[in-house]
């Protein structure tokens, strides 16, 4: 590995091989890492809120499920990915805090993961692997020259998907 690249909290990047892309602290939060395999090219979404329609103030493409995406999408293709070849792996979206009612504002994580699955699936983008939803945070770190998305979170095993 040359470089890891950092992704920060609402925030994109596309990363290629040999070098790799990380996020750290998701939450309800959902870490969205698309990925064409044959170009080894690699791209990371730290999304916040499922929809950026239902928000006024919405310019921050990265902060939401829908708009990241896409934005994801393009960054990649622009440095060489193959859009047919994307497939993509998921992490987050946990239920940070216990409530007695389950309204819709506290099921943020749920709800992410529930938007980012619509959307690649409208996209027809393949999700190869996820770690999403319980109760804990998780810092994620993609490797394309492998493929392996690795998961730390406190208190739990290390995982790879």
Same mark, same amino acid.
């Given at each position: @590995?040359?470089?890891?690249?950092?992704?920060?909290? $609402?925030?994109?990047?596309? /990363?290629?091989?040999?070098?790799?892309?990380?996020? %750290?602290?998701?939450?309800? /939060?959902?870490?969205?890492?698309?990925?064409?395999?044959?170009?080894?090219?690699?791209?990371?979404?730290?999304? @916040?809120?499922?929809?950026?329609?239902?928000? @006024?103030?919405?310019?921050?493409? $990265?902060?939401? +499920?829908?708009?990241?995406?896409?934005?994801?999408?393009? #960054?990649?293709?622009?440095?060489?990915?193959?859009?047919?070849?994307?497939?993509?792996?998921? +992490?987050?979206? $946990?239920? @940070?805090?216990?409530?007695?009612?389950?309204?819709?504002?506290?099921?943020?994580?749920? #709800?992410?993961?529930? $938007?980012?699955?619509?959307?690649?699936?409208? %996209? #027809?983008?393949?999700?190869?692997?996820?770690?999403?939803?319980?109760?804990?945070?998780?810092?994620?770190?993609?490797?394309?020259?492998?493929?392996? %998305? %690795?998961?730390?979170?406190?208190?739990?095993?290390?995982?790879?998907?």
């Amino acid at each position: @590995m040359n470089e890891m690249i950092k992704v920060g909290m $609402a925030d994109l990047n596309v /990363c290629v091989s040999p070098n790799a892309i990380t996020t %750290l602290g998701l939450g309800s /939060c959902v870490g969205i890492v698309l990925y064409d395999p044959g170009k080894k090219i690699a791209g990371l979404a730290h999304i @916040m809120l499922p929809d950026s329609t239902k928000i @006024m103030n919405n310019g921050n493409k $990265a902060k939401f +499920a829908d708009t990241g995406i896409e934005e994801l999408i393009k #960054r990649m293709v622009e440095i060489g990915a193959d859009r047919r070849a994307l497939v993509s792996k998921i +992490a987050g979206g $946990a239920q @940070m805090f216990a409530f007695s009612n389950n309204s819709d504002i506290m099921r943020i994580g749920e #709800r992410n993961v529930e $938007a980012t699955k619509k959307i690649l699936n409208e %996209l #027809r983008i393949p999700i190869l692997a996820e770690d999403t939803g319980s109760n804990y945070g998780r810092t994620i770190e993609f490797y394309p020259e492998t493929g392996q %998305l %690795l998961i730390r979170s406190v208190g739990n095993e290390r995982k790879i998907l």
